[in-house]
């Protein structure tokens, strides 16, 4: 749900609407507050649930405890990945990397200490999760509040975060059905041109990495298995399965990058409807019938999974190619014009001359 502030603090920073960053990240980490509440409910009730859908009771038992003591923990993501969009809008990297690095070696001996040592075993494992993720929503915090780096989006606490409540629920629903920073940008920027080559260099990108990883991966396959498992079954199945592995590098990453394209536009809605389809109408079932009907097992729910992903790339792919980037422009300036006030006249004549050329090219 988060990703709603690749669409709205991306073309809010493109815009230079740069305060507008720090309160957006405040209503979202208000709005996934909201949400953690019946989602707690829900995970304190994990065992019946797993329960009333059929799962061992003895395993449903021990994931609803753990489930309990991962609580602190999704309380920490509501203002973790708002912090995250925050810092990722700016292309400020290195924060993260280095908040990120410091929460991993505070998190590996909390861990063991927690698992091993303190008698909690797996519940150790959920209780340091928590802890860890609020360690590294305190760093970020504090590089936001007190770094030169962030004095231009940062935003005092108002009652205006709750204005943005519904905007970012609108943006936030599809969200979550979805799996740009750039892309979101020159669009707010105005720069349709810019965005397109945006997309052009990340596709390629993605291919090149995709290119590399999965021939690495099948070149190997036969190998791979033993950083598994030293049992030959278990290495000879990762051989099987490997060529599976590969195609969903690939797809996987393609709609990755696609999907962040559609999030940069504000698209949410048509990436939600493309996620439902390809997956729940095309993927799921094929994946079923496959594994079930005809005993593929994990190669049948592999290539159904596989076939959704195709499938999700494929429509991305078909929205993507016939994206007019001058009309996304276009149909942000009103948005622009409204946001900027009326102290802004640079801006807004360079929209209002943006308006007029898309006129005239209409």
């Known amino acids: 749900m988060a990703s709603a502030l690749e669409t709205l603090c991306g073309q809010a920073y493109g815009a230079e609407e740069y305060k507008k960053l720090g309160l957006q990240t405040y209503t979202a980490i208000f709005s996934l507050f909201l949400v953690c509440f019946p ?51 700016q292309s400020l990297i290195i924060p993260m990397l280095i908040s990120s690095c410091a929460t991993l070696l505070f998190h590996i001996p909390l861990c063991r200490i927690l698992v091993f040592k303190s008698g909690l075993n797996s519940h150790g494992g959920a209780l340091a999760i928590g802890i860890s993720n609020w360690l590294n929503v305190i ?70 990495e995709t290119s590399i990883v999965s021939t690495t991966l099948f070149f190997t396959r036969r190998i791979f298995g033993y950083t598994f498992s030293n049992e030959k079954e278990v290495v000879d199945y990762v051989t099987k399965m490997a060529p599976l592995v590969c195609l ?38 094929v994946a079923a019938i496959l594994g079930f009907w005809f005993q593929l097992r994990g190669e049948g729910l592999w290539i159904g999974i596989q076939l959704g992903s195709f499938m999700q790339t494929v429509l991305l792919s078909l929205v993507t190619i016939s994206t007019d980037w001058e009309k996304q422009v276009y149909i942000y300036i009103p948005y622009l014009l409204v946001q900027t006030g009326r102290n802004n006249e640079k801006r807004k004549k360079k929209a209002n001359s943006q308006i007029q050329e898309e006129e005239h090219r209409a």
Request: hydrophobic share 50%; glycine share 8%; net charge positive.
């Open 39 to 89: 989602v707690t409910l829900i995970w304190i009730n994990m065992a019946k649930v797993l329960t009333f859908t059929g799962q061992d009771p003895l395993i449903a038992q021990e994931a609803g405890k753990f489930t309990i003591w991962l609580v602190p923990a999704l309380f920490a993501y509501a203002p973790l990945q708002p912090l995250i969009r925050y810092f990722q809008m």
């Open 139 to 208: 760093l970020l915090g504090l590089y936001m509040n007190f770094s030169s780096a962030c004095e231009r989006t940062r935003s005092p606490v108002s009652v205006e975060l709750f204005h943005g409540v519904g905007q970012f629920f609108r943006l936030a629903i599809p969200s979550a059905l979805m799996v740009c920073t750039r892309v979101s940008n020159e669009l707010g920027a105005g720069n349709p041109q810019a965005a397109r080559i945006a997309t052009c260099a990340v596709m390629f990108l993605a291919v090149a």
């Open 248 to 285: 969903n590098a690939i797809f996987d990453s393609l709609q990755g990058v696609l999907s962040g394209v559609a999030r940069g536009c504000g698209w949410q809605h048509i990436g939600a409807y493309i996620n439902l389809s390809a997956f729940y109408l095309c993927g799921i079932p």
